[in-house]
């Protein structure tokens, strides 16, 4: 919706069509005549269009729709917000929108007024750079209920305790507090609590989500990898999903992000 605002400002009435009422698409169809891929756009989007029509004609078009999606991912059952922008949708889909924003920002005297924000030196150029980020995503996957809770990498968990450490470092594994810190001592110092705070939140964002329930955590359980190499301390959890039981050990050299070269 902001790319179409974008797109929309101070348009020329005849880059968009004086009898168009959808503008977007008259300027889309204007720019696929010179530039081959923006063309290309136009040719799918006409494609979902009439695939929409005709879901719409048949009652069981929408199965048609999910079963062909499931196969080709090509074909997805569109949602009125999805059909409202398929001009800019299928184009950032297709990864190309960025270009067909640039070519537009580089010709913009056809389809522009000289006040209009893609006509701007700056303005121009900055929202075609803006759009190659989004359109270096693959959309394939759809968001589940718990997409919110699944565990994080060990990269972002490092980094987060990283972040944490600003308080105090930690780096030997004995001082590592337990998953069930408890302040003993009221007089302790606020710089202190705020660290074990963090830790703790930090080895909770490493073993718990909604799927699962924690039965029991232990820290500085030693694990031996190999027979040749010492046991390495690390943090044990027990863990309970609706069919299964799940132990987790992850090394407290990890955890306080000083694994360094070791392997």
Not at 46 to 69: A, C, D, F, M, Y
Not at 93 to 106: P, T
Request: hydrophobic share 35%; with cysteine.
């Amino acid at each position: 919706g902001v790319v179409e605002a974008c797109l929309l400002h101070m348009l020329k009435r005849r880059a968009a069509g004086f009898l168009r009422t959808d503008k977007v698409a008259a300027l889309f169809t204007k720019v696929g005549k010179t530039y081959a891929i923006a063309g290309d756009i136009c040719k799918k989007v006409q494609e979902l269009q009439q695939q929409v029509e005709s879901r719409k004609n048949q009652p069981n078009g929408q199965e048609t729709l999910k079963r062909q999606g499931s196969t080709t991912s090509k074909t997805p059952v569109l949602t009125p917000q999805a059909i409202k922008h398929i001009w800019v949708r299928t184009a950032l889909i297709e990864k190309v929108l960025d270009k067909i924003v640039q070519y537009i920002v580089d010709n913009c005297s056809k389809y522009y007024e000289k006040e209009a924000l893609l006509a701007d030196p700056v303005c121009g150029p900055i929202l075609a750079s803006l759009l190659v980020g989004p359109c270096a995503l693959e959309y394939t996957k759809l968001k589940t209920a718990d997409h919110y809770w699944t565990d994080p990498s060990a990269d972002e968990l490092v980094q987060r305790h990283r972040i944490h450490g600003v308080h105090g470092r930690q780096d030997s594994p004995s001082k590592r507090p337990a998953l069930g810190i408890r302040k003993r001592h009221s007089s302790g110092s606020t710089s202190e609590d705020r660290f074990a705070a963090s830790a703790r939140e930090y080895v909770e964002s490493l073993h718990q989500n909604s799927r699962t329930h924690l039965l029991y955590g232990k820290n500085n359980v030693l694990v031996q990898p190999k027979d040749d190499l010492e046991a390495i301390p690390g943090y044990l959890s027990l863990h309970q999903s609706a069919d299964s039981l799940t132990l987790k050990w992850t090394p407290n050299q990890l955890m306080n992000g000083t694994l360094g070269d070791s392997e």
